[in-house]
């Protein structure tokens, strides 16, 4: 009988896994995940978790009896050591298990700051998987000092939600500006205003110097402009990169995450990769992209190819954000664009449209589900409308015609 091996339980394994049942694949599945929790949503950790507003129950993906009764051997809490290609096995502690086909949903791992400026300290934190925020949860309490390092989606929404629990805000950005590589300047705009206005103290072109503790704890941060600041705990969302360690180690080729070819195959026979953690041909380049829809779509191509489908993954790229009371919708991918169009619908409702030249790249829509769900079509369709009646436009949906 036919053995999948998957490694790295997060939103592309268990779709994956669950597209493999779907197609009819009635072979082993055993998938390895090194937290002792079955696949969950990571969203809603930074938000409605953190929160309070999530149970426990409500982040996982499916219920952990759905596996069982799929025939899916989870292995959590275990950490793979070593893939051998040529002999077709995993080695997970004093285990060998061998495999038919392999899959690699090692998905991404924060970036930590250095322990030489503080990063080890005691207090400092990561918004990255259910132990990072079950540690933290409990000093997000009202009144406390928060500083946030990194003004980009991640420490944008940490902000947010510190700033709903009454927390005294301070999020620095090295950068010029926040949303510096993500975004236009308008929507950086947008979102700066909205933070001022919950009372987040918000510091753009000052990076962190180091940080300082007392009893291994850290108690205050030295600002690249030569300002302190007393701290009661750190969150750092400086970005993220692909995990792919046990790839580089196993001589499976890498650029930019694990080098997959169109149907998800990486250098390596029989060995297969989704998410996170993939790089993938994309017009004429290769593209990583960070995001739940990607994971998903990925993952569920890379299984109907293992069932022998042979079909090339075509990128549907949309993100979202949720800060306070605004939904942030994205479409697209704006890397080149010229010029903004902006439809601004009042009460906080707008969308920015990323052109380059006349074609239509991307679309930031704040509140605006209409604009999203719009654009998403256009661009998905190759269409581009006329700028000048993106602005025009009375009904959105005149633009689908």
Request: charged residues 20%.
């Amino acid at each position: 009988m036919s053995h999948i091996v998957v490694i790295g339980a997060g939103q592309a394994a268990a779709s994956l896994i669950a597209e493999l049942r779907k197609r009819g694949f009635d072979g082993a599945i055993t998938l390895f995940g090194e937290e002792p929790v079955p696949p969950y949503q990571r969203p809603p950790l930074s938000k409605a978790y953190l929160l309070g507003d999530m149970p426990l129950e409500r982040l996982f993906l499916r219920p952990e009896q759905w596996y069982a009764d799929n025939g899916v051997t989870l292995r959590l809490g275990q950490r793979v050591d070593a893939i051998d290609v040529a002999g077709k096995t995993v080695t997970a502690g004093s285990d060998v298990i061998s495999w038919d086909q392999l899959v690699l949903t090692t998905g991404s791992s924060p970036r930590h700051l250095p322990a030489a400026i503080g990063g080890d300290l005691a207090g400092v934190y990561v918004v990255r998987n259910l132990s990072d925020v079950d540690a933290m949860a409990p000093e997000a309490t009202a009144g406390k000092r928060v500083l946030i390092v990194g003004g980009g989606y991640i420490g944008l929404e940490a902000a947010a939600v510190c700033a709903k629990r009454e927390m005294q805000v301070t999020l620095v950005e090295a950068a010029p500006r926040i949303l510096g590589r993500v975004a236009a300047p308008e929507t950086a705009d947008y979102f700066r205003a909205l933070h001022q206005s919950h009372g987040v103290d918000l510091r753009e072109g000052i990076g962190l110097a180091r940080l300082n503790g007392t009893d291994g704890r850290v108690t205050s941060a030295e600002l690249a402009d030569g300002s302190t600041l007393e701290v009661d705990l750190v969150i750092v969302g400086v970005g993220i990169h692909p995990t792919t360690g046990l790839a580089e180690a196993a001589g499976i080729t890498l650029d930019n995450g694990i080098a997959v070819d169109a149907q998800g195959r990486t250098s390596a026979p029989d060995i297969w990769a989704a998410g996170d953690c993939t790089s993938f041909p994309y017009r004429e380049a290769r593209l990583r992209l960070e995001s739940v829809p990607n994971a998903i779509d990925q993952a569920e191509c890379v299984a109907r190819n293992m069932l022998g489908s042979n079909e090339a993954y075509v990128p549907k790229p949309w993100f979202w954000s949720d800060q306070y009371d605004v939904k942030l919708q994205i479409a697209g991918l704006n890397t080149g664009y010229d010029r903004i169009i902006t439809r601004d619908n009042g009460n906080g409702s707008v969308s920015f449209w990323y052109y380059a030249g006349e074609t239509l790249l991307a679309v930031d829509a704040m509140n605006d589900p209409r604009a999203f769900m719009v654009a998403k079509r256009l661009i998905e369709a190759g269409r581009s409308p006329a700028p000048e009646a993106v602005q025009a436009a009375t009904d959105m949906k005149d633009l689908l015609k």
